[in-house]
């Protein structure tokens, strides 16, 4: 069995000493509520501070915060922003900016198509099955 208290002691401990994976990983915990109670204010500040490390992962869930009012206020610029930053380098976020961009944007077929093929060809599943389907209606 996984300890998820001590599990948290770890994360918190690294986080304080600022590695930007840790800081990541305990506003994921937060988010989640994984060991400890759910605290989307803590999560959106714990991204917050490995973003400001340029971490990747942490871009991405300040999208997905940003975008759904997780700790913070909706803010679709902001959402934009960090999906567009976290692309550079996230496949899950390749893909989610790809679907943000076919949600918020009329006719934004042809800007979300190199997302979604980046994301497919790095095996998201997701990127894949909306390819499929809009190369078989094209």
């Not at 902001?78 to 567009?84: D, E, F, G, K, T």
């Not at 961009?101 to 994301?119: C, H």
Request: proline share 4%.
């Amino acid at each position: 069995p996984i300890d998820t208290h001590k599990a948290f002691n770890y994360y918190q401990q690294a986080a304080l000493e600022g590695l930007a994976m840790a800081q990541n990983n305990l506003g994921v915990v937060y988010l989640l509520g994984i060991g400890v109670t759910q605290n989307e204010t803590l999560a959106f500040q714990w991204f917050e501070a490995a973003a400001k490390q340029a971490f990747p992962s942490a871009y991405y869930h300040l999208a997905v915060c940003y975008e759904c009012g997780y700790g913070t206020e909706r803010n679709a610029s902001q959402a934009r922003h960090y999906y567009q930053l976290a692309a550079q380098q996230h496949p899950a976020a390749q893909c989610c900016l790809g679907f943000y961009l076919l949600e918020t944007e009329p006719d934004a077929t042809l800007k979300a198509l190199p997302y979604m093929q980046a994301s497919a060809k790095q095996d998201n599943l997701e990127a894949q099955r909306w390819l499929r389907h809009y190369y078989q209606t094209v």
